[in-house]
């Protein structure tokens, strides 16, 4: 409702000879002092309203009203038919939808009827998405997800260019899309939640979050923690098992439950059998349940996947000279099998042993002399290496690699006691961007020729390392020393091979002592010290690492290592152990050719591919196939489109809701000589758990959503007065109403009944 004024340019005009008959009643009265004040107050302003009174009929006001037209806009009934409206909480003892029901039977007469009269009712539910409801078919209540905001914005598209004057939303008030409340369209009408479920708590357990990991600990654990909350389950104690999709029961625990709320978290330890993406499922229960009745046993078990990439992962050894650390780190790898070691070990330097005398421009053996395939006789200014376990006969025919194609096959390369003079610029380079650009590890290990003994101080190799080379270690006899973990290593589970502090502690007393030549100045910035070597000169660095550009590097500054395993069998089997975890957590960020991950999505999940090339930068990724495996075991082939921005980078969405387990497989084809590729990744839809997992209403999320709107929350006892209430509420479309104001009698009565009391009043006081 407004006010317009006809004659609006009478208004000042009017208010100055308001001012000025104000002024002249007050002088006028001023000079009856025989007279009570309060009788010339009054005298006055009764003649001063009627003057005002006048003058508003001067400036014709008219009333502007604005009415609903009925039949004109549209109002949405919103009905919440998920599955935690089966939860029986009501006060009758009848669940969540059949209150809905009954608010939404025929009523004659009743609020649904009344609303119907002002507006078009459409009515409609939700549970993953919107639906049109269909009076002939009964709510199953059945669905996976209360999808209340994707609802209201699927509402907001449909009503694009219709009157939508307001929605009612029936709802239990735990919609499992909260935060996506906060972010809805631009141009909602007013949303009204009416929430049905009580604020009254309900005893309840619950897997609420899920979460795996895959370590580097040995034998490569996952680490699955499950959040437990327990609700008015106070003194009973609770069951918490972890087992496989086939129903291997992995691991136990059990926990007393001390209050009516409370929440934990249950960490678990397993091996599954076989590599790559592994799936585990979390099931929580009572121990003795006797008379307790939990509101609902469907968010008592979660599953989850833990993605690991099933490898095998490459590993490059460089030895300078045969030494037993090679023939440990071996046998260590060997028991590894996603660990594939190459080993290319020098046995002879460049420098001949002999001087033949020969003829001016001759370099091979003179022996050879008159043989056609001089040529390929073994000459004496090239170094001799074993090759061992190499892909075929052709890799590393030619020494250390000279190119990106024959190096970065590799994920990690170690380098032992071989000297800087051995490369040339371009390898050193080479190792260089193989850290950098490739993403690889490299370690170097101690010995007589390496860091800085072995000339690597200012070489691309040095830069790399995690400490400095300058000064160089000063030339004697080789120091002494006992390895220590730093309080960084300790925390490192990669550096450890005890479960607890203290047993960790013993056993490095119980380590021997270890040669180390190398007085490592100090660290670069960025790196961490793991470990260092204890002696009677001081500390210095013994394992320490880094990173850079895309990749890392590390230093072993030990020339012995394995004078550990020598001492008894579990000396042994923790000096192997110490190698699989080192090299495994060299391995653990190293790009793959071909990666896939899955993200969820609004929709469900986006899976993400990416295929690198030979030189480890983006490739051409249109020959990758990608299908998923659904919880149904049935294969679902997807068509990936290249990303926007991203090169190497496909893009598709899988839209499945469906609960369970699914596994995306992307691979490519061999061509030009490579190899076909392939990688995997999981998840689970945890659906029917999510909806279960909030019992009580979100009163909060209910406000946020009706505030922003311009709604208000309702109870069903308020649909009445609702209802009734709608006729004050603005609407899209309207009938605009205006009634002149000065057209009624009663404004002129009013003004009359003004003057008349101040003569009466003057009258009575016997003045003129």
Known sequence: MRIVWNESGLIVPGLIALAVIARGLWLGYRRKPNLPLSVRWLAGGLKFTGFALLLFFLLRPEVVRSFNRPGTNHWAILADHSASMTLKDQADGGSRGEKLNSLLEPDPGGWQEKLGEDFIVD????????????????????????????????????????????????????????????????????????????????????????????????????????????????????????????????????????????????????RPEESGTAFFEVEASLADPGEIEEATLENNRRMVAANRDAGPYRVLYLGGRPNYEHKFLQRALEEDPYVAMTSLIRIARREPKFVYRSRDGERSNPLYRGFDQQEEAERFDEAVFIRLKTKDANELAGGFPKTPAELFPFDTVILDDVEAAFFDREQLRLLQRFVSERGGSLIMLGGMESLDAG???????????????????????????????????????????????????????????????????????????????????????????????????????????????????????????????????????????????????????????????????????????????????????????????????????????????????????????????????????????????????????????????????????????????????????????????????WWLIAALACFVGEWSLRRWKRLA
């Not at 549970?127 to 914005?153: E, I, M, N, T, V």
């Not at 009503?159 to 499992?176: I, K, N």
């Not at 387990?661 to 000589?673: I, K, M, N, S, V």
């Open 455 to 745: 000339g690597y101080a200012g070489t691309p190799v040095g830069e790399l390392l995690p400490v400095y080379l300058e000064p160089a270690t000063p030339a004697g006899s080789p120091a002494t020393g006992r390895f220590e973990l730093t309080r960084e290593g300790r925390l490192e589970p990669w550096a450890r091979l005890r479960k607890t502090e203290a047993e960790e502690a013993i056993r490095l007393r119980e380590m021997p002592e270890f040669q180390n030549i190398h007085r490592l100045p100090a660290l670069r910035p960025g790196a961490m010290e793991i470990g260092t070597l204890e002696s009677a000169d001081g500390s210095s660095p013994a394992l320490a690492t880094r990173r850079y550009g895309r990749g890392r590097s590390a230093v072993l500054a030990v020339t012995n290592l394995w004078s550990w395993g020598l001492r008894d069998p579990q000396s042994r089997a923790d000096m192997d152990k110490t190698w699989r975890q080192l090299t495994r957590w060299l391995l653990s960020d190293v790009p793959r050719p071909l990666s896939v991950k899955a993200e969820a999505a609004d929709d469900g999940h986006r899976i993400t591919t990416e295929l690198l090339g030979e030189d480890f930068q983006p490739a051409e990724a249109g020959g990758v196939t990608l299908r998923v495996l659904r919880p149904d075991q049935t294969w679902t082939t997807l068509s990936p489109r290249p990303h926007e921005s991203k090169s190497g980078t496909l893009e598709a969405l899988h839209l499945a809701r469906e609960p369970g387990p699914y596994l995306a497989e992307a691979t490519t084809r061999a061509r030009d000589g490579q190899p076909a590729q392939s990688a995997r990744a999981g998840w689970v839809v945890n659906a029917l758990q999510d909806e279960f997992l909030a019992l009580q209403p979100d009163l909060d999320a209910m406000n946020l959503l009706a505030n922003t709107t311009g709604g208000r929350v309702l109870a069903a006892d308020d649909l009445d007065e609702f209802v009734a209430s709608l006729k004050n509420l603005p609407v899209p479309v309207s009938e605009t109403r205006s009634e002149p104001l000065w057209h009624s009698p």
């Open 123 to 270: 009515r409609y539910h939700f549970d993953q998405r919107l639906h049109r409801h269909s009076p002939d078919q009964p709510p199953a209540f059945d669905g996976s997800a209360s999808a209340l905001a994707r609802a209201l914005g699927n509402l907001r598209e449909r009503y694009e260019g219709r009157p939508l004057a307001g929605v009612l939303v029936l709802t239990d008030g735990s919609p499992t899309d909260t935060a996506a409340l906060a972010a809805l369209p631009e141009g909602m009408p007013p949303v009204f939640p009416l929430v049905l479920a009580p604020v009254n708590p309900l005893a309840d357990l619950a897997v609420s979050a899920l979460t795996a990991q895959a370590t580097l600990f040995e034998d490569a654990p996952v680490i699955v923690d499950a959040t437990l909350s327990a609700r008015g389950l106070a003194g009973q104690t609770v069951l918490a098992t972890v087992r496989e999709p086939g129903g291997k029961v992995l691991e136990e625990k059990r926990q007393l439950v001390a209050t009516d709320r409370e929440t934990w978290t249950a960490r678990f330890q397993v």
